[in-house]
Every structure is written in C-alpha cells, then in structure tokens.
C-alpha cells in the first residue's frame, strides 16, 4: 500500500504497519524504520476521524499484542526514537526538519499503539512488551536489558523540558506531552483510585525526580504563552520546487514512506476551528500537569508535582529557598495572572487556579494584592452566572475560589471600591454602574436561588452562604439592586418555610388521625409524634432544618452588615424597611430571637424616625433620613455577635472527588486523544 494510503481506513492493510505487527524480528538498525516513519500526517480533531483512527490502530495491536513478546518490534521501534532524540535539540537548532519529523512520527506511532496496549492489559502484561531482549544482531544499545518504560518516560521529559519550542518542533512537543498523559491513562481503567503503579513509581523516583521542577514549570509556561499551533505542514519535509521528488538527505536512502500524503484535508488545509482558536500545546500541558499533580502520595514519597506546585516563587521574590523543598523553582507571576485571567472559560483553567490559591501561599498573597482584581473575579462571577451552561464541578471550583478569596479582609473591602460599567453578560437588569462586590453579591445571590429551585445541593448553600457572610462586615455603598436581592431571597426563604411547615402539620395531622385537633408548635414536638411520620413524612421534617439554617445564616448576615458597617449601607436599610413585614413572623421564633434584635431594633429606630418626617416621602428623602439616623443610632445599642468567619477545608480524600474530575477533563479535552467510551470505568459519562 505504502504510498498509496490516503485515508485512515486502508492503515489495517499498510504493508508497513502490516511487517511492524507481524512475525519477523525488525532490528532496531534496519532500514525499514525510515519507511515506516517518512509519512505526513495531519492530526485529527474531530471525534468521528479520531474514532476511526483508534478502530484502525486496534486491528494492528492485536496482531502486535500477540506476536510482540517473541518479535520484540515495539521496544525496536521504541529504541529507534529514543536514538534519534539524543541529537533533537542540535536538529532544531539547525533547522533539521526532516530529522525531527521523522521523530515526531515514531513517537506518534508510540503513543497510538501505547494508547490501546493500556486500555487493553494490565500494568504486568505491558511490561512484558517492554522488556524483550534481542538475542543476536547489532544493537547500539548493547546486549543488556534496559528498563524501556522509564527509559522513554525519561526520554519525553527531556524533550519536553530541554527542546526549544519552535514551529518545527511544536508538534513532537505537543505528541511528548500527549504520550505522557497516555502512560498515566491506566486510571480511566480502573474505578478505584489507583494508588500504586509503575508509571507513578518511574515519575516520582529515580531519573524522572530531578526534572519534577522543570516540568512543572515547562508545562506552565506552555500555558501561559499559549502558543498556538503552526500551519498545518511546517513540521513536515517539503517536496522540492522542482517536483523532483522528496529529498531525504539520509546515506542509507528511504523507500517511499507509509503515508506520503497522508493527511485529513491534505497538508496545508485549514486547521480545524478548534486549533485555530486555542493553544492544542497549552491546553495538552494544562492537563498533564493536572494529572500530575493529583497523583496520590506513596507511604513513603509525598507526590513531587504537587510539591512542585505548592512552593513556586515570583521570579521577583528573592528570598532564599527552603531546603526541605528540594522542587520548588521561580515563574513569572505577572504572566501567569494573566494567563490564569484569560483562560477562565474552561474547568482545568478554573481547576488550576482553585489549586494554586489553595495549595500555594505565594500565589495567594500575589493574587490578592494586585490591584486589578476585577480581572480574575469577573470571569468566575460569570462561570457562576451561567450556571445552567456549566457541569456541576466547574460551579462548585469557581464558588471555592471565590470562598478562599473572601476569607481575606483586604479582598472583601477592595471589591467594593472598584467601580464596572456596563455589566453585559448580566441579563436580569441593566447595570450601568455597580461595584464589584455588589455584582458579586448579586452573582451568588442568583446562584442560591438557582440551587433551590433546580439542584437543591446543601453544599453549593452552604458555600454561597459561607462567601457572603465572609464580606458581609466589609459590605460598602451596596447598589440598590444588590440590597434588594439581599432581602428577596429572605422573602423566597420565607415562604418556602412556610410552605414546609405547613406540608409538616398536615402530614402530621394526617399521621394521628386528626384534621381538626390542636397540634403544639412544632419545636416542641415529642419524638412520639415524629414516630407517626412515615419515612417520607419525615422529609418535611428535613427539608424544614436546612431551610431555617439558611434562614439562620441569611439573618446572621444582614445582622453582620448592620452591626459592622450600617452607615455605609442605606440601601440596604431601605430595603430592610420597605419589606419589615418579612421579619416579624421571626421575630419570637426560638431559633433566631437572639440574631433578631438587632435587626428588630434597626427597622423600630428607622421607622420611628421615617413616621416623624411625614406620610409620602420620596425615595431621596426617605435614604437621606436613612443616612442622617446611621449616625444617630448609638452603636452600643446594637448586640455584639461573633464575626462571621468561614474557611475552606478540604474534605479527608479529596483524591476520590478530584482524580475522577481530571480525568473527565482529559477524556472530554485533550487534543487529538479517543478512547472508547465502553471502556472507561473511573466515571460514568456524564460525569464530566
């Protein structure tokens, strides 16, 4: 077939392919190797090429798989690559475009075959392949039996880290990177966590573990340059104008190659719309460093990627290293808030940043000292507000940055200071003008009510809530629009008390056989009475506490605001008072007696004085009255409550959450990758 293979459903029949999984022996210094790699390929993107690919690649493993052990051709074709990039980085130097295809091409070949092998036997049956030995012919890698598996993950790091990104280098970049995340692919397999393997082992140990810093920081500058891809070709040895031929310039002479024009759309058509709006490089290292760095720890050995990623400096901080990390390295901050900044929209981008707040100090206090904040908070207000868009991990990453945020004060009083026009993206109302903090507000005041009519998620409460009473001290000059919303939501709450409670007595009534007979308030109800209630029944009973601490927590905010800050926030005090009917159902209730002093005592002192000043005031009057009794009101008046403070804290395990999450993202983004989903045990395929 050789020159004559144009489309991916003839590879099962490429007389190449067909002698590489065959019966015979292929020594790694045979000339066979220069015609198997001498193709032009043009990646697929789309999921139906890269289906057909994998199916393709399948009918030439099987044959591999079973004849592999006494041929020992994929450690051939293995040595063949790991003896070309020994002279990659001289290549590119000298422009050398026909040695780096060729190299890209058997990586390329590498990976496929590797990716199936992987989905198909385990951690014991792949090393198998790896360990033939040649018994007899020349070998430039000597007689005795080297460990292949760390020698070529070795081999893709050093290509990663030390080969300069150039236009004829971007791909073999991109195909090391993609090779790496197939070795560690094994978890897609399995739906235990995997705790224990090989490949971990290689990467955390031995000749790997000294390039752990490098490769983090490689992977993360890959992101933030965001490189985008070459057209389509430059990788690949051009004919000569003279349509004499393809010049190979090597001394043994190439026969005519695999695929000679073996593309999808042929060299030089326009790149898919996809690649030509993103970084395929960028988006690929984003996330091998996100399967890195939530490898588990061995008892022995804390996860070096992870290490690597919680101590990385500014390359402006010259303080000393700590000697107990031998990992950590320097980036450029400035770059990588940018980068961080401008890639919000997908979930690794936003996964990145919650781990680099989280889990590094330095980047946390960088992050919460710039001045432009605005540009980070406002792609994850907008995460947030297109929550329907979005699948459930990516709204609960961006909420957690946003609660790590607002554990500072500083953060909580500059979102108030910083003023935004024309808020497009927020269509419930045109917002002219509006503070951050109060689009902030609004943003997940919006996502609370979306939770409590659609998903009804007690965590994704429990953390809006846990983020505005962290600001709720600082809450400044709230915008008209953000006070209301504030006291709506008390309303919503309120009748959905409401409305339980009632659903509680009539399934009690209806337990005791009586539709008429008095029933006690139901905090005093005696377990004998709960023992009628059906298991369902008792869902009321449920449903009720959750709903009254919510109450509870929306009380203690709104109290936190006009104990800490009530002089800045008349609108908020208007609103208070034009719905002060809300409050007074509230106000004997046993569970917020105390929390309703004070709001109790604002709504008497404020009413008190608006009844003075006459009937039909206007809104202009009625807040400068507000503004004039904010100063009148004796602040020992109002009861003092421990300040509202909550911090994150990751779950026991969060290796169950986050090891499914990130393979999801690989499965669903990594460029030019299929695997079949029948096969994928880790998650189920909605789970991404």
Same mark, same amino acid.
């Given at each position: 077939m050789g020159a004559n293979s144009s489309s991916i459903s003839e590879l099962p029949e490429n007389e190449y392919l067909q002698k590489l999984s065959g019966s015979e022996p292929i020594s790694e210094n045979d000339p066979f190797w220069n015609q198997l790699l001498s193709f032009s390929f043009t990646t697929p993107t789309n999921s139906a090429d890269l289906k057909l690919l994998e199916e393709a690649t399948i009918s030439v493993c099987k044959s591999l798989v079973e004849k592999n052990p006494r041929t020992g051709n994929l450690g051939s074709l293995i040595k063949v690559f790991l003896s070309r990039t020994k002279e990659l980085k001289i290549s590119a130097e000298c422009q050398n475009h026909l040695f780096i295809w060729q190299a890209h091409n058997a990586l390329f070949i590498i990976c496929c075959l590797l990716k199936v092998f992987i989905s198909r036997m385990s951690e014991e049956e792949l090393q198998l392949h790896f360990t033939y030995e040649e018994k007899a012919g020349p070998s430039s890698y000597g007689a005795e039996c080297?460990?292949?598996?760390?020698?070529?993950?070795?081999?893709?790091?050093?290509?990663?880290?030390?080969?300069p990104l150039l236009d004829i280098t971007y791909s073999i970049s991109l195909e090391a990177v993609t090779t790496l995340i197939v070795f560690l692919s094994c978890q897609l397999f399995h739906k235990e966590i995997v705790r224990e393997s090989v490949i971990h082992r290689y990467l955390m140990h031995g000749r790997c573990l000294p390039y752990t810093s490098r490769l983090v920081k490689t992977l993360l500058y890959n992101f933030i340059r965001q490189e985008r891809s070459p057209p389509p070709g430059t990788h690949v040895f051009q004919q000569q104008t003279d349509g004499g031929g393809l010049l190979y310039g090597i001394a043994s002479g190439v026969a005519t190659g695999l695929w000679t024009v073996f593309t999808l759309g042929g060299v030089g058509s326009k790149a898919s719309a996809q690649l030509e709006q993103c970084s395929p490089l960028a988006s690929q290292s984003l996330l091998l460093l996100l399967v890195l760095a939530n490898l588990t720890d061995t008892p022995d050995t804390p996860n070096p990627y992870r290490q690597a990623i919680m101590s990385f400096k500014n390359t402006q901080d010259n303080t000393a290293f700590s000697s107990s990390n031998p990992h950590a390295f320097q980036i450029n901050f400035n770059s990588l808030y940018t980068a961080l900044c401008d890639q919000q929209k997908s979930d690794q981008a936003t996964l990145l940043l919650y781990m680099l707040l989280h889990q590094n100090s330095n980047v946390r206090t960088y992050v919460l000292a710039r001045t432009d904040i605005e540009n980070l908070v406002l792609p994850?207000?907008?995460?947030?507000?297109?929550?329907?868009?979005?699948?459930?991990?990516?709204?609960?990453?961006?909420?957690?940055?946003?609660?790590?945020?607002?554990?500072?004060?500083?953060?909580?009083?500059?979102?108030?200071? @910083? /003023?935004?026009?024309? #808020?497009?993206?927020?269509? *419930?109302?045109?917002l002219t003008e509006i503070s951050l903090g109060s689009l902030l507000i609004l943003v997940v005041i919006r996502t609370i009510q979306y939770n409590m009519t659609r998903t009804r998620d007690k965590y994704l409460h429990t953390n809006c809530l846990a983020a505005l009473a962290n600001m709720s001290a600082q809450f400044r000059s709230l915008h008209q629009y953000a006070a209301q919303r504030i006291i709506s939501l008390f309303s919503l709450l309120s009748k959905k008390h409401n409305k339980v409670l009632e659903q509680a007595t009539q399934s009690l009534r209806g337990s005791l056989g009586s539709n008429d007979s008095p029933l006690p308030d139901y905090h005093f109800w005696e377990m004998s009475d709960c023992l009628h209630f059906s298991e369902t029944k008792?869902?009321?009973?449920?449903?009720?506490? @959750? /709903?009254?601490?919510? #109450?509870?927590?929306?009380? *203690?905010?709104?109290?936190?605001?006009?104990?800490?800050?009530?002089?800045?926030?008349?609108?908020?005090?208007?609103?208070?008072?034009?719905?002060?009917?809300?409050?007074?159902?509230?106000?004997?209730?046993?569970?917020?007696?105390?929390?309703?002093?004070?709001?109790?005592?604002?709504?008497?002192?404020?009413?008190?004085?608006?009844?003075?000043?006459?009937?039909?005031?206007?809104v202009e009057r009625v807040l400068e009255i507000i503004k004039q009794g904010a100063v009148a009101l004796p602040k020992d008046r109002l009861r003092k409550f421990p300040e509202l403070k909550f911090k994150y804290v990751e779950e026991e395990q969060p290796e169950e959450f986050f090891i499914p999450y990130v393979w999801s993202l690989v499965y669903n983004s990594a460029v030019a990758l299929y695997w079949n989903p029948r096969d994928i045990q880790l998650f189920t395929m909605d789970s991404g």
């Amino acid at each position: 077939m050789g020159a004559n293979s144009s489309s991916i459903s003839e590879l099962p029949e490429n007389e190449y392919l067909q002698k590489l999984s065959g019966s015979e022996p292929i020594s790694e210094n045979d000339p066979f190797w220069n015609q198997l790699l001498s193709f032009s390929f043009t990646t697929p993107t789309n999921s139906a090429d890269l289906k057909l690919l994998e199916e393709a690649t399948i009918s030439v493993c099987k044959s591999l798989v079973e004849k592999n052990p006494r041929t020992g051709n994929l450690g051939s074709l293995i040595k063949v690559f790991l003896s070309r990039t020994k002279e990659l980085k001289i290549s590119a130097e000298c422009q050398n475009h026909l040695f780096i295809w060729q190299a890209h091409n058997a990586l390329f070949i590498i990976c496929c075959l590797l990716k199936v092998f992987i989905s198909r036997m385990s951690e014991e049956e792949l090393q198998l392949h790896f360990t033939y030995e040649e018994k007899a012919g020349p070998s430039s890698y000597g007689a005795e039996c080297e460990d292949l598996i760390e020698e070529l993950l070795y081999c893709l790091i050093q290509l990663i880290v030390e080969i300069p990104l150039l236009d004829i280098t971007y791909s073999i970049s991109l195909e090391a990177v993609t090779t790496l995340i197939v070795f560690l692919s094994c978890q897609l397999f399995h739906k235990e966590i995997v705790r224990e393997s090989v490949i971990h082992r290689y990467l955390m140990h031995g000749r790997c573990l000294p390039y752990t810093s490098r490769l983090v920081k490689t992977l993360l500058y890959n992101f933030i340059r965001q490189e985008r891809s070459p057209p389509p070709g430059t990788h690949v040895f051009q004919q000569q104008t003279d349509g004499g031929g393809l010049l190979y310039g090597i001394a043994s002479g190439v026969a005519t190659g695999l695929w000679t024009v073996f593309t999808l759309g042929g060299v030089g058509s326009k790149a898919s719309a996809q690649l030509e709006q993103c970084s395929p490089l960028a988006s690929q290292s984003l996330l091998l460093l996100l399967v890195l760095a939530n490898l588990t720890d061995t008892p022995d050995t804390p996860n070096p990627y992870r290490q690597a990623i919680m101590s990385f400096k500014n390359t402006q901080d010259n303080t000393a290293f700590s000697s107990s990390n031998p990992h950590a390295f320097q980036i450029n901050f400035n770059s990588l808030y940018t980068a961080l900044c401008d890639q919000q929209k997908s979930d690794q981008a936003t996964l990145l940043l919650y781990m680099l707040l989280h889990q590094n100090s330095n980047v946390r206090t960088y992050v919460l000292a710039r001045t432009d904040i605005e540009n980070l908070v406002l792609p994850i207000l907008e995460i947030l507000y297109h929550v329907e868009e979005r699948n459930s991990h990516h709204v609960y990453m961006a909420l957690i940055i946003l609660l790590i945020l607002t554990e500072d004060d500083g953060f909580n009083r500059s979102i108030h200071e @910083v /003023i935004l026009k024309n #808020i497009t993206w927020y269509a *419930e109302r045109v917002l002219t003008e509006i503070s951050l903090g109060s689009l902030l507000i609004l943003v997940v005041i919006r996502t609370i009510q979306y939770n409590m009519t659609r998903t009804r998620d007690k965590y994704l409460h429990t953390n809006c809530l846990a983020a505005l009473a962290n600001m709720s001290a600082q809450f400044r000059s709230l915008h008209q629009y953000a006070a209301q919303r504030i006291i709506s939501l008390f309303s919503l709450l309120s009748k959905k008390h409401n409305k339980v409670l009632e659903q509680a007595t009539q399934s009690l009534r209806g337990s005791l056989g009586s539709n008429d007979s008095p029933l006690p308030d139901y905090h005093f109800w005696e377990m004998s009475d709960c023992l009628h209630f059906s298991e369902t029944k008792l869902i009321h009973a449920q449903d009720l506490n @959750v /709903i009254e601490e919510v #109450i509870r927590m929306m009380l *203690e905010i709104i109290n936190s605001c006009l104990t800490n800050s009530l002089h800045h926030n008349p609108n908020l005090v208007y609103a208070l008072l034009y719905k002060r009917d809300l409050f007074e159902q509230f106000r004997t209730h046993p569970s917020f007696q105390d929390i309703m002093q004070n709001i109790d005592l604002v709504i008497s002192f404020f009413s008190s004085r608006l009844e003075q000043a006459g009937a039909e005031l206007s809104v202009e009057r009625v807040l400068e009255i507000i503004k004039q009794g904010a100063v009148a009101l004796p602040k020992d008046r109002l009861r003092k409550f421990p300040e509202l403070k909550f911090k994150y804290v990751e779950e026991e395990q969060p290796e169950e959450f986050f090891i499914p999450y990130v393979w999801s993202l690989v499965y669903n983004s990594a460029v030019a990758l299929y695997w079949n989903p029948r096969d994928i045990q880790l998650f189920t395929m909605d789970s991404g």
